[in-house]
């Protein structure tokens, strides 16, 4: 299929960076709302919780709309935490099952926030927490937000101090980039991810049952029944995990496989064919006969969660007015994978003093 470069080049507004402020948390802390515009792509950002509030692109008649799921107000943001919205997860993404922490020769014991496991860094994990957020250069024709923060030693019961620095950019094609950094004063553990949901017929558009999904992974890390990883990594040849030809993401959602009844649908975690890799490399693609448009995912990441909204349920309405019910959107989580702290035979997510984890995903938009 024909693609085309987003966006039409008389519709480009030239690219900036504003910021607004956007209410308080009950402590006092307000909330800064901070917009930016580049490449026909405009993408709001806040910076409690480094939260994609929305991301506004065109479909193939150049209507836009915002294809990411979220919420109005912050005071809904954190009535409703657990869907992680558009969040910015870490100081580690997804579980660590037992919630107990094995490094060097101790064991911290972290907070069982999802049953046993510790889920997306805790209690009040990094998508809990108020950035720094300030304009950050930026190549020409884009538009790029540095978010800062240092998580303390022991923080939601991580060993060291570490300093995180996230730059989402616009680019001037109209991509959505995320680039991680942290470094630390002791070893630890770093996953660091955005949570966003996609719906690229527009969040409250309904289901994305239909969108055709493409996922570059030959194997897969199987479940125990709390969705933490029990080390064995399947291949997906003749399940419903394999997505390595495009087809719709609803497919087999009610195929009774027992890996999809465990956490209600997809929510496990894709083992990339490319591996680690220092530079982003297309990992998956995602796209919507109805209105056109398409999302490529690139990553540095070893990982990717695909998740189809399974909790998300109608207790509450998105920005839209309208609620949003269980597959609705889907998250491509790009990370190390789920546990790997247990697993020995997963890519590494130990980082020491003197080493610098770095991280890249770049959400690249078109129309078909
Ligand atoms: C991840 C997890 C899911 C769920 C969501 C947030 O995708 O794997 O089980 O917790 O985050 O709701």
């Known amino acids: 299929m024909a693609e085309t470069p987003l966006p039409p080049p008389d519709a480009v507004p030239a ?35 480094g939260i994609v509030q929305s991301v506004e692109v065109p479909d193939r ?78 190549a020409p024709g884009a538009a790029a937000l540095l978010l800062s923060r240092t998580s303390p030693d022991g923080e939601e019961g991580f060993p060291g101090t570490l300093d995180v620095r996230a730059t989402y950019t616009v680019t001037a094609e109209g991509a959505l980039r995320f680039d991680y950094e942290a ?24 289901s994305v049952e239909d969108h055709r999904l493409r996922i570059a992974a030959s194997r897969f890390t199987v479940n125990s029944p709390t969705s933490a990883p029990t080390g064995e990594i399947a291949d997906v040849a003749g399940t419903p995990f394999d997505f390595r030809t495009a087809r719709p993401v609803g497919a087999e959602l009610r195929s009774g496989h027992p890996q999809l009844l465990i956490g209600l649908g997809y929510d496990q975690n894709f083992v990339l064919d490319k591996g680690v890799t220092a530079a982003p490399e297309p990992v998956a693609e995602v796209s919507s006969p109805a209105s056109g448009r398409a999302l490529r995912v690139l990553t540095t990441e070893p990982g990717l969660q695909l998740y189809t909204a399974n909790f998300v349920c109608p207790s509450f309405t998105g920005p839209s007015g309208r609620a949003y019910r269980p597959g609705d959107g889907l998250a491509l989580e790009t990370q190390h994978f789920a546990d790997s702290p247990h697993h020995p035979h997963f890519p590494s997510t130990v980082l020491r003093p003197g080493e610098h984890y770095r991280s890249a995903t770049v959400y690249e938009f078109t129309v078909r």
């Open 15 to 49: 690219p900036s960076v504003t910021a607004e402020p956007f209410g308080k948390l009950a402590d006092g802390t307000p909330v800064e709302r901070w917009t930016l515009v580049a490449g026909g792509t405009r993408v709001r950002v806040l910076s409690y919780g």
């Open 61 to 138: 008649s150049c209507r836009y709309a915002n294809v990411v799921l979220g919420l109005a107000t912050v005071d809904e943001y954190v009535e409703h935490p657990d869907p992680y919205f558009g969040a910015l997860i870490g100081r580690y993404a997804n579980r660590i099952a037992g919630a107990s922490l094995p490094l060097g020769d101790r064991t911290y014991p972290l907070p069982a926030n999802d049953g046993p496991n510790c889920l997306h860094g805790g209690t009040r994990g990094f998508d809990k927490r108020v950035w720094a957020a300030a304009a950050a250069p930026a």
């Open 183 to 206: 470094t630390t004063d002791a070893p630890t553990v770093v996953s660091l991810t955005n949570h966003s949901y996609v719906n690229l017929d527009g969040e409250g558009s309904g």
